[in-house]
């Protein structure tokens, strides 16, 4: 007899072998998709960093060729403004009525170039920075408030800005003179904690070591592969080192006795660049909150009036009932009948 429609069924060894093909094609589809989105992280946050870079060149151009630092040049840095929605700059930094002092953050300087340049939040979010979210003006609390009247990415605003930039807040802040090959701005610094987690251990970075003692000083935003950076010339390239700044210095730490590529640790909120080739790339610490888990809520199982619960799947469906099927009570019985009885096993009075 004729198979209907040219149709015919597969036998055993054919369904094994499609199955099997479909299980290649899963497991060599799975690591390449990963792989094909982080290179579009990768690729997104060098666009982001290259449209930083040009605001950043027009503000210098604007501002006698010094590149964005908010508050006054007497203001210290900190993790947070006095009031990032204040009505005046005096009060959102709090200076003192001549303009001086007062306290200023690193995502504020970037802020300039929102105020100032028309620079997008979203262009301060790399998508490879977990848990960093794009600045809404309404959600933070400023209600209708248009960006430019503000003075920071909200009251948590290093959740809102992914990147780390050259230390301003010392002798050698960056200017338009500044050379070429100095990191200007990067993926977040990895000793410092981000809203994805802790920082680095500090220890375990050594630029003389295998491939892994290398990525422990790489930013966390792209797998630990390297950064997206910004040097002053106003190229963004991906480095898979952070000893990428002049002469091999460490982007990350400032500049001491021994090994630039990696120098001394203290607490960055003490620190600035050493001379005008050393970069030192810092952010504000993010708001690390750790993911939690909802408790199941707690179901007396007689109420369950219309809900059968059963212990094995080939127990019989009472009509019109809803069925949870126990699984850790099959895998129990089956523990018990195949290692234990090492038989079928029937319980008298029990056989539905």
């Known amino acids: ?39 579009a992280y990768r690729a997104a946050c060098a666009n982001n960093l290259s449209l930083i870079g040009k605001a950043m060149q027009v503000y210098a151009g604007d501002y006698d060729g010094q590149f964005p630092r908010s508050g006054s040049r007497s203001s210290y840095w900190t993790t947070a403004l006095y009031a990032w929605n204040a009505p005046v700059r005096y009060l959102a930094f709090g200076m003192a009525s001549d303009g001086s002092g007062g306290r200023t953050t690193i995502s504020s300087c970037f802020y300039l170039l929102v105020k100032h340049a028309g620079v997008s939040p979203g262009t301060f979010v790399c998508p490879g920075d977990k848990g960093a979210t794009i600045f809404d003006p309404a959600a933070a609390g400023a209600g209708d408030r248009d960006l430019s ?8 605003a290093a959740n809102h800005c992914s ?22 701005a990067a993926d977040r610094n990895p000793w410092l904690m981000s809203p994805a987690g802790q920082a680095k251990d500090f220890a375990k970075f ?18 630990n592969e390297g950064q997206n950076v910004l040097f002053k010339d106003g190229h963004a390239a991906f480095e898979t080192v952070p000893f990428c700044g002049v002469n091999e210095d460490n982007i990350y730490t400032p500049q001491g006795a021994g090994d630039i590529r990696r120098t001394v640790l ?11 080739v050393d970069s030192f790339l810092i952010n504000e610490p993010g708001i690390y909150r750790a993911a939690t888990t909802s408790q199941p809520k707690e179901v007396n199982s007689a109420d369950l009036k219309q809900t059968a619960i059963v212990p094995t799947l080939d127990c019989p469906l009472s009509e019109h009932k809803n069925v949870i099927w126990c699984g850790t009570f099959q895998i129990a019985w089956d523990k018990f009948k ?3 009885i090492k038989e079928p096993v029937q319980l008298i009075g029990a056989e539905d």
């Open 1 to 39: 007899m004729s198979e209907r429609g040219g149709s015919r069924r597969l036998g055993p060894a054919e369904v094994l072998v499609v199955v099997i093909m479909g299980l290649l094609v899963l497991a060599v589809a799975g690591p390449a998709a990963q792989k094909s989105r982080f290179d």
């Open 266 to 276: 203290q607490s960055p909120l003490t620190l600035e660049p050493r001379n005008r």
């Open 149 to 156: 009247s503000l003075w920071d990415f909200g009251p948590d």
């Open 163 to 184: 990147y780390a930039y050259h230390s301003p807040f010392g002798r050698y802040a960056l200017s338009k003179a500044a050379p070429p090959g100095v990191a200007v």
């Open 206 to 223: 050594n630029p003389a070591g295998d491939r892994e003692a290398v990525k422990t000083g790489n930013s966390a935003s792209h797998e």
């Open 338 to 340: 195949n290692d234990i």
